[in-house]
């Protein structure tokens, strides 16, 4: 079996303790497309000083609080993203500039207009730049232990930036994952 077999879209890439690449170190990565030919998603804690409404002004009041871009990766960090979560019982197919990504996830056309899509999501959040893998590259990363896969829910899109997104998403996976959590910032300050 390959090792990227579990992840699809709405999966979760969280890195290890023992990942320290400082564009991944302790990040929570969101999965919006995986195939033969590679893997997109974005990181969904790295919050920037940038506000939204400063760069995509008809959008700024609408994402969800603390209302800034987000870095999801990087990867052309001249492209912006948007991924919302959509209200209980939208239909996606019926709405234009919404693309599902699963579940209640969609990932949001940013030339859409923003007051007909505000009133039928939950939250959403703008990214810059993406994560991606070329082919096999997100396979010999999990092999090598950098990702641990697991599924995701629509509320990590939307989650606050006061909230570790990081160790909570590990404390839900039960033992032994959950210990992860408790790994600590700086092992020096142990």
Not at 16 to 22: E, G, I, N, R, Y
Not at 45 to 74: F, K, M, Q, T
Not at 93 to 101: A, D, K, P, R, W
Not at 156 to 164: A, R
Request: aromatic share 6%.
């Amino acid at each position: 079996m390959r090792p990227d077999a579990e992840v699809e879209p709405g999966s979760l890439l969280v890195a290890a303790p023992s990942l320290t690449d400082p564009n991944f170190r302790r990040t929570v990565v969101y999965v919006i497309d995986h195939r033969g030919k590679g893997t997109l998603g974005v990181v969904l804690n790295r919050p920037s000083e940038v506000a939204v409404h400063d760069v995509l002004p008809a959008w700024g009041r609408h994402v969800s609080r603390p209302r800034a871009v987000y870095i999801g990766g990087p990867v052309e960090q001249k492209t912006a993203l948007c991924l919302a979560a959509m209200r209980t019982g939208e239909d996606m197919s019926s709405l234009e500039g919404v693309v599902g990504v699963h579940g209640p996830v969609a990932l949001v056309d940013l030339d859409a207009d923003p007051d007909s899509l505000a009133p039928r999501v939950r939250g959403m959040r703008v990214f810059v730049g993406y994560s991606g893998w070329s082919e096999g590259q997100l396979g010999d990363e999990i092999s090598r232990g950098d990702w641990i896969v697991v599924k995701g829910l629509p509320d990590d899109v939307v989650t606050p930036p006061n909230v570790d997104l990081w160790g909570r998403v590990l404390r839900r996976q039960g033992m032994p994952t959950a210990l992860l959590a408790t790994y600590p910032t700086d092992i020096r300050r142990n």
